[in-house]
């Protein structure tokens, strides 16, 4: 399915719904990136282009000026509150630019058929006033309204403000965009950490995040990269951002990357130093569509999309931002892995779960549902936690029984899982715990070239994890 923005309104609304239909045909369902924060028409001095023209000083946010204390006497400020960094913020409370929003919302469900929305810079829309408010006039309308409360609500849960980073803070039944675990997984895997204790939180669905209300691992949406930043290729390839051809002399787009050149900046034809960004590109992505939680992968990133370096593409309609899905220098390599990875998490619902991981078996006699395991073959001690220099970090997922029941509530039993994640710059000898539950795995993903997919395993074994490198083993049950 292709949608095009030639011709009239008829035929473009027309192919959007054709592109829809084609996509629920094939199982897929359309979230639609929504910007209801700001306009294009910046601050009071930018372009008169829609909402300047209709209501200046209802659809935008203005600044509350002080009262003189001496008089009382308030001089009028026309500045507009900016908390979008784009020159305005929209005043989702003022009655006709609420309107515009749900009437826009609920025309893309019941004429477009879509199945939900991503908004962007949610916290911008969530304020009375100044401040942050999660019983706001949008919210709520949202939460009673008969159609939209049934469509996936999924809140990029920040601002351009200090107040306003809200991860963990959404109300039920709002899902988010989870910075802190892209943050933690790419300070994993380039070295940047202070022990094992946040990737382990991070891989396990964020429970310090969304536990305590009643919310599950799925409202974490994880993710590495987005459509702002580095690609993945770009996340392994630059240590800087290089935007010089935005025009605005390379100060758009972030300085906190927390990428890894991994020893020279930019494209390269030495074949060693390409094979460990592949590598390590591999290791992100299959830690992402492995970790509890629901993955969300950048178009391109599972082929090795480029973009020079660029990390805010947003003016540049050309080769920088496009997706060439034949390009030559493709990284097949990860798109195999990225493949694996989420044909695992299909099909095995231990690699899926919606119920919290609690560190106790689930029946008498069982083993733990979640068991992190030194390479020493042990558990986890309160000490290692706070090693500096662990690298490697076991995951053992129990599939027998699983806590969540399935859809007609019904006990799901599945194979178990032990996962391996080595990002240390040396390999990594592992022992494989001698146990009363699982006796035999097999390697079902691995991004170690020494260790092949296939290769079988016995409790008691010890292994070698390759330097940098993601080993996935599932039992055996013959």
């Known amino acids: ?32 990136d929504v910007v209801y924060n700001h306009t294009a028409e910046a601050g009071p001095l930018g372009p008169t282009l829609s909402f300047r023209g209709l209501d200046d000083r209802g659809f935008y946010k203005r600044v509350v000026p002080e009262p003189d204390p001496k008089t009382g006497a308030v001089e009028f400020d026309d500045t507009y509150w900016d908390v979008t960094g784009c020159g305005n913020t929209v005043d989702s409370n003022h009655p006709l630019a609420l309107r515009l929003i749900l009437d826009s919302l609920r025309y ?7 199945d939900g929305f991503r908004f962007d810079l949610m916290s911008a829309l969530t304020r009375t006033g100044y401040d942050i408010d999660m019983s706001s006039d949008l919210l709520v309308a949202i939460g009673q309204d008969p159609i939209l409360r049934h469509v996936k609500l999924i809140a990029e849960p920040w601002d351009a403000s200090m107040d306003g980073y809200l991860v963990g803070g959404m109300p039920p039944p709002w899902v988010e965009w989870n910075d802190q675990y892209r943050d933690e997984i790419r300070d994993f895997w380039r070295n940047h950490t202070s022990g094992p204790r946040t990737v382990a939180t991070r891989l396990a669905g964020s429970s310090d995040l969304y536990a305590d209300d009643g919310r599950s691992a799925y409202n974490s949406i994880n993710f590495v990269t987005a459509h702002d930043g580095f690609t993945l290729r770009d996340l392994v390839t630059y240590e800087h951002k290089h ?12 300085d906190n990357n927390r990428s890894w050149n991994h020893g ?32 969300m992968i950048t178009a391109g990133d599972e082929r090795g999309r480029t973009q020079r370096g660029n990390n805010n593409a947003y003016c540049q309609d050309n080769e920088t931002s496009w997706v060439d899905w034949s390009a030559e220098d493709a990284w097949l390599d990860v798109y195999e892995v990225t493949k694996t990875a989420l044909r695992l998490r299909r099909d095995h619902p231990a690699l899926r779960q919606r119920h919290w991981f609690e560190g106790r078996p689930t029946i008498k ?30 995951m053992f997922v129990s599939g027998a029984p699983l806590r969540a029941p399935g859809p007609k509530g019904e006990q799901q039993v599945d194979r178990s899982f032990m996962l391996w994640f080595n990002s240390g710059w040396l390999p990594q000898a592992v022992h494989l715990p001698e146990n009363d539950w699982v006796q035999r795995g097999e390697v079902v993903l691995s991004t170690d070239v020494k260790l092949d997919e296939g290769a079988r395993v016995e409790a008691g074994d010890r292994i070698s ?6 080993v996935v083993l599932r039992e055996l049950l013959d």
């Open 1 to 32: 399915a292709a949608y095009s923005s030639s011709g009239d309104r008829g035929e473009q609304v027309r192919e959007f719904k054709e592109m829809v239909k084609a996509l629920h045909r094939a199982g897929l369902e359309v979230i639609l």
């Open 108 to 114: 893309w469900v019941t004429e477009m058929h879509v």
């Open 243 to 254: 935007n010089e051809a935005n025009g605005e002399d390379n100060r758009d787009g972030t």
């Open 264 to 295: 020279v900046e930019g494209e390269t034809d030495d074949p060693a130093l390409v094979a460990v960004r592949r590598r390590q590109a591999a290791n992100m992505m299959a830690t992402l569509c492995l970790s509890n939680g629901v993955p």
């Open 365 to 394: 006699g069982g083993p733990k549902d979640l068991a992190w395991l030194h390479p020493s073959g042990r558990e986890m001690r309160e000490e290692d936690w706070y090693d500096h220099d662990l690298r490697t970090i076991g």
């Open 465 to 470: 994890i390759g330097r940098r490198s993601v």
